[in-house]
């Protein structure tokens, strides 16, 4: 069990004296089984009695287990890369909004370049997701928000039923009926645009 201190200050972007990477740093392995393997740090996953991180490799994706002490920071890695990849895992929902409201903190939040791209497809994924109970209108509400008024994502071509999901006090409460409709609304040009 990995003390929450480590675990916040890791999906924070904060460094430590203990936990020395933080989530998406690029890394190389410089010694042992996967030496001279380059990727991104995912999460950590043990303190004591060493720090050990889960890698993915930036060669063939896989996830490798690798210790604090054989992984070196790649200096000048493009930030905006890891920030998307990111925003990536955000649009498409691969993680929890909690976990994900810790990970983005760690990035400035100006930038006027759209990294990556919320469409349809994304949206009516999570409703669907919604409708077969695995993911609560609360959790549909948290990543609604954490996409609106972003700058660094385009979401123009679903801004409407965006502000629907993060503010149903004012919109409409997230049931299964609305979800339902909502996904035929966007489905609709979907399907339009598939028979083209």
């Not at 904060?14 to 393997?37: L, P, Y």
């Not at 955000?90 to 810790?102: D, G, S, T, V």
């Not at 903190?105 to 994304?122: G, P, R, S, T």
Request: charged content about 30%.
């Amino acid at each position: 069990m990995i003390p929450v201190e480590f675990q916040d200050a890791f999906y924070a972007g904060r460094r430590g004296d203990v936990v020395k990477f933080v989530i998406n740093d690029s890394v190389e392995v410089t010694s042992g089984e996967h030496e001279g393997c380059g990727g991104a740090i995912i999460s950590v996953e043990e303190v004591e009695p060493a720090v050990v991180y889960l890698v993915e490799r930036g060669d063939n994706g896989s996830s490798i287990f690798v210790p604090q002490s054989c992984l070196k920071l790649l200096e000048g890695e493009a930030s905006s890369t890891n920030r998307g990849k990111v925003l990536q895992e955000l649009i498409e929902f691969r993680r929890k909004p909690i976990e994900m409201h810790a990970i983005l903190e760690a990035f400035e939040w100006d930038l006027e370049e759209e990294l990556v791209q919320l469409e349809k497809i994304h949206v009516v994924a999570v409703l669907q997701r919604f409708l077969h109970d695995e993911v609560s209108s609360e959790e549909v509400e948290n990543w609604a928000n954490l996409i609106e008024c972003r700058d660094d994502i385009g979401y123009e071509e679903v801004a409407e039923v965006l502000h629907v999901l993060a503010n149903p006090e004012i919109t409409d409460k997230l049931t299964k009926e609305v979800a339902a409709s909502l996904i035929h609304e966007l489905a609709k040009p979907l399907c339009e645009k598939m028979e083209k």
